[in-house]
């Protein structure tokens, strides 16, 4: 076919192709490591500290809410009492779901049944649905952005909820309100799953795994919030999106995994073989066979992870509490497990273990369906991704990288 020349030549490229592709070659790093994307005032990982918009993780998981934290990441302060108990009205206001959505979660049972969708998906699709019945789906303006935020902050945990109730087949629990308006984000979620009020404990510890999930800076989800967004594309758009990176084993999806590993090992060495050689021996076959364990290493963190510790002293504090066995062990020497595990990896690898591996054994021995564990970490996270999607927004750049080419040499197509 013909080809129609170009109204203009191409621009003459500013320096020889060969320089060029020597200056991309010299600034290229696999995985982006150790490139700087961006600036944000939301949040910053040093190697000793994870600060949230000024306050340091440990201060906020000993002293702060999620609620509060939530206000904190979106409004961009510390709130006052009024303007806390303003937030947490206008969450609660916003929990119950638009019936499209709740109709597809309730069409999801059988895909979900079969294994062809995994929570993440139909979290996914959800909030895509959530974006048609949001009026202010269109609109990237700093106000609608953050009435869309909060209004994803109160539905996620309803969807996540009604899901389980679909999987588990009954009755979706808090239909009409989105659960009971008089608990808190952190035990609501766990009431609309089981239908059953958490202990004072088991809400605490969820609610500090929220605050610990809220937010981290330029990881792979909120980087890719950060890229739909720049595109002037929309919230709801950008949510999903940061979903779907989410997902991997590699990111969010790790705390499952560790989990899945755990009960692996646990299915290998059997209870009298925790705290012998057995254990040893497992991790030596998955290093030589080259297996990546599931809730260790980090991109950034070099010196351990600062959520891991917090997560672990609490799980395993509520562990010792609990009466009866979960999946055939009590709930101590699931912790006695992962603390043997974590001790080996140490020792052999020198490799630290992050915040998914302990929320793996907190979140199991609080008799949370494993495949709800990452949902349970976009509940939290839509703070931290939302917060972002509202900095690109108020001061975009387009974000877009340079490639280098590896395929073939030119070629002439009727040769
Ligand atoms: N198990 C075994 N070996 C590991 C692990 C691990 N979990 N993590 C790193 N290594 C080894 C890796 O094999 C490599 O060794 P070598 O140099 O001999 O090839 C070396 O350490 C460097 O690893 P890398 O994969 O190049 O490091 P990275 O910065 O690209 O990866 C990571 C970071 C998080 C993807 C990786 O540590 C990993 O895959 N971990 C398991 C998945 C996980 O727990 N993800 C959660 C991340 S943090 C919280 C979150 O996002 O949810």
């Known amino acids: 076919m013909a ?18 592709s020597h200056d991309k070659a010299a600034a290229f790093a696999k995985g982006l490591e150790g490139v700087v994307g961006g600036m944000t005032a939301v949040c910053s990982i040093e190697q000793d500290k994870l600060i949230y918009r000024g306050y340091e993780i440990h201060d906020l998981a000993e002293h702060a809410t999620f609620e509060e934290v939530a206000f904190l990441l979106l409004e961009g302060h510390k709130p006052d009492s009024r303007e806390l108990e303003r937030f947490k009205a206008e969450i609660v206001a916003e929990r119950a779901l638009h019936p499209a959505v709740t109709s597809f979660i309730e069409s999801s049972a059988g895909w979900l049944a079969s294994g062809r969708a995994v929570p993440m998906d139909v979290l996914r699709t959800s909030v895509s649905i959530l974006g048609h019945t949001d009026e202010d789906c269109q609109d990237n303006s700093g106000a609608a952005n953050l009435r869309k935020a909060k209004r994803l902050l109160a539905k996620i945990p309803t969807i996540v909820g009604h899901m389980q109730n679909v999987i588990d087949g009954r009755a979706l629990i808090g239909r009409e309100l989105g659960g009971d308006p008089s608990l808190s984000h952190a035990a609501n979620l766990l009431y609309m799953m ?18 610990l999930y809220a937010e981290h800076e330029f990881n792979a989800s909120t980087f890719t919030t950060r890229v739909v967004a720049g595109t002037l594309s929309d919230m709801h758009s950008a949510v999903a999106g940061g979903i779907g990176a989410l997902k ?10 560790a989990m899945e590993m755990l009960k692996e090992i646990y299915a290998s060495v059997g209870e009298k073989g925790i705290g012998t050689p057995a254990v040893d021996a497992w991790m030596q076959t998955a290093f030589d066979t080259k297996r990546k364990l599931m809730g260790f290493g980090h991109r950034v963190y070099k010196n351990g992870d600062h959520r891991a510790g917090i997560l672990m002293g609490l799980g395993k504090k509520m562990a010792a509490t609990l009466p009866g066995t979960f999946g055939g062990l009590a709930a101590p020497k699931w912790f006695e497990l992962g603390e043997q595990v974590q001790k080996i990896m140490m020792a052999k690898k020198n490799i630290h273990p992050n915040v998914d591996f302990p929320c793996g054994m907190t979140y199991f021995t609080m008799k949370i369906p494993v495949p709800q564990y990452t949902p349970i970490f976009v509940a939290s996270r839509i703070t931290g991704w939302t917060a972002h999607i509202m900095e690109q927004h108020a001061d975009n750049r387009l974000i877009r990288p340079l490639s280098i080419y590896t395929g073939p040499a030119e070629k002439k197509w009727n040769s």
């Open 194 to 211: 089981t239908g059953r009020r958490p202990s004072r404990d088991e809400a605490r510890v969820m609610d500090v795994s929220l605050i």
């Open 3 to 20: 080809t129609t020349a170009p109204t203009s030549a191409p621009s003459a490229p500013t320096a020889p192709a060969s320089n060029a």
């Open 248 to 257: 991997g084993p590699l990111h969010g999806g790790a705390n499952e995994m």
